[in-house]
C-alpha cells in the first residue's frame, strides 16, 4: 500500500497522487459528472443536418405523392355521387357500398379465407421453423424446397394449379382410379381450399426464414438454465421461446393478412372476372368497379377496408406489447 502523498499508478496506468482524506475519482466518473455545456452550433452541423433532410426527401416526396396525396383523392371521391358532377353526398355512397349483395358476398368470402389461411400460415411455418432449427438430416434440402415458390412467376404457379385441379387435371385423374367421381375444384364449394393451399405454398417459406431469424436470436444462456432446472421442450417453448417470437409472430401475422388480400391475382388468373361464389373477393368486387369506372363505391368500399385493416393492425400491435413488453430493455 503506497503511503499518503505518494505516486501510484491507476487502472490505465497514470500516474496519479493520493491525497489524505479526499477519494479519487476515475476519469470516467469525471466526465460524467462534468457539467454539459451547450456547443455553439456551427456551420458544419447547419451543412449536416440539411445534408440529411435532402437525403430524406426523395422518400418523403414519393410517400406524399404515390400515397398521402391519392389516399386524400380517395377521400374526396367517396363523398361525391361522381367525379363529373361533384356534387357532396356525404356518406351515402358508404350505405350504398354496405348493402350491395356483391359487396357482402366479397366481404364474407375474403374474411374466410383471412381467418383459415393466416392461422394456418403462421402456425405451420412456426412448426417448419422449430423442426429445422431442430438440426434434422438434410436441413438445406427442406429449407430450398420451401423457398422455392418465391422464385416462380405467378404466371406458372396458376399454370400448375390448372394442371392439379383442372376437371380433367391430374388430381382428378388420380382419384378416380379409386373410383371416385370427378370434381370441378374451381367451380365448386371446395374452391376455397384449392386457394387456401395455393396461399399457403407461395408464402410458407418466407414465415419460415422470419421465425428462424427469431428463433437463432433467444437468449442460450437462458434456455442452458431452463435445461439445468430440468423444463421440458414444451415447457421451453412456450415459457421462454414463444416470448421471444412475440414481435416476430405479430410481423408475419401482418404480413400474411396483407397477402390473403393480394390472392386476388392468383385467383384472377385462375378464374378470371367473376369467379366461383365462394372465392369472389373484395378485390374482385373492386376491380369490377374499376372497369365500370364507379369510383365513387370503388372509393368507399376501399375506405372501408382500409378502416378493418387499421384495426386488426392496432390488435395485434397492442397484443404484442402486452405479452412483450416485460423482454423490452
Known amino acids: 500500500m503506497p503511503q499518503t502523498g505518494e505516486i501510484s499508478a491507476n ?25 454539459h455545456i451547450k456547443r455553439k452550433r456551427t456551420k458544419r452541423d447547419i451543412i449536416a443536418q440539411w445534408g440529411s433532410t435532402l437525403f430524406m426527401a426523395p422518400s418523403v416526396i414519393g410517400v406524399l405523392l404515390f400515397f398521402v396525396i391519392p389516399f386524400g383523392v380517395v377521400i374526396y371521391y367517396s363523398t361525391l355521387n361522381n367525379p363529373i358532377a361533384r356534387e357532396f353526398v356525404g356518406l351515402e355512397n358508404f350505405k350504398l357500398v354496405a348493402s350491395n349483395e356483391a359487396f357482402r358476398n366479397a366481404v364474407h368470402n ?19 421453423a422449430m423442426a429445422l432449427d431442430s438440426k434434422i438430416p438434410f436441413r438445406t ?19 400448375i ?19 371416385l367421381e370427378k370434381i370441378d375444384y374451381l367451380k365448386s364449394d371446395k374452391a376455397i381450399f384449392v386457394v387456401v393451399v395455393l396461399f399457403l405454398w407461395k408464402n410458407l417459406g418466407y414465415n419460415m426464414i422470419l421465425f428462424l431469424a427469431a428463433l437463432s436470436s433467444v437468449p442460450q444462456d437462458i434456455l442452458e438454465v431452463a435445461a439445468l432446472e430440468g423444463a421440458t421442450s414444451r ?12 414481435s416476430t409472430m405479430v410481423f408475419v401475422t401482418i404480413m400474411s393478412l396483407i397477402n390473403s ?8 388468373l385462375l378464374t378470371t372476372d367473376y369467379p366461383y361464389e365462394t372465392i369472389y373477393m373484395l378485390q374482385h368486387y373492386m376491380n369490377n368497379k ?19 385493416m387499421i384495426v386488426i393492425i392496432l390488435i395485434l400491435f397492442a397484443a404484442d406489447h402486452h405479452y412483450g413488453k416485460d423482454l423490452e430493455g
Open 11 to 35: 487502472e490505465y496506468g497514470i500516474p496519479k497522487k493520493r491525497f489524505p482524506g479526499k477519494k479519487q475519482e476515475s476519469p470516467r466518473t469525471a466526465r460524467i459528472r462534468r457539467p
Open 290 to 308: 374499376f372497369r365500370k369506372l364507379d369510383y365513387q363505391a370503388l372509393s368507399a368500399g376501399a375506405i372501408m377496408m382500409s378502416l378493418v
Open 261 to 268: 388480400f393480394k390472392i386476388f391475382r392468383e385467383v384472377y
Open 110 to 128: 375474403s374474411a374466410v379465407f383471412s381467418v383459415i389461411a393466416v392461422p394456418l400460415a403462421v402456425v405451420l411455418s412456426l412448426i417448419l
Open 235 to 246: 415447457q421451453v417453448f412456450f415459457m421462454i421461446k414463444l416470448r421471444y417470437l412475440a
Open 161 to 179: 394449379w390448372q394442371v392439379l385441379f383442372d376437371y380433367n387435371g391430374a388430381f382428378n385423374e388420380l382419384i378416380s382410379h379409386f373410383g
Open 141 to 159: 434440402q427442406f429449407r430450398s424446397f420451401f423457398l422455392s415458390p418465391m422464385m416462380v412467376p405467378v404466371a406458372s404457379v396458376v399454370l
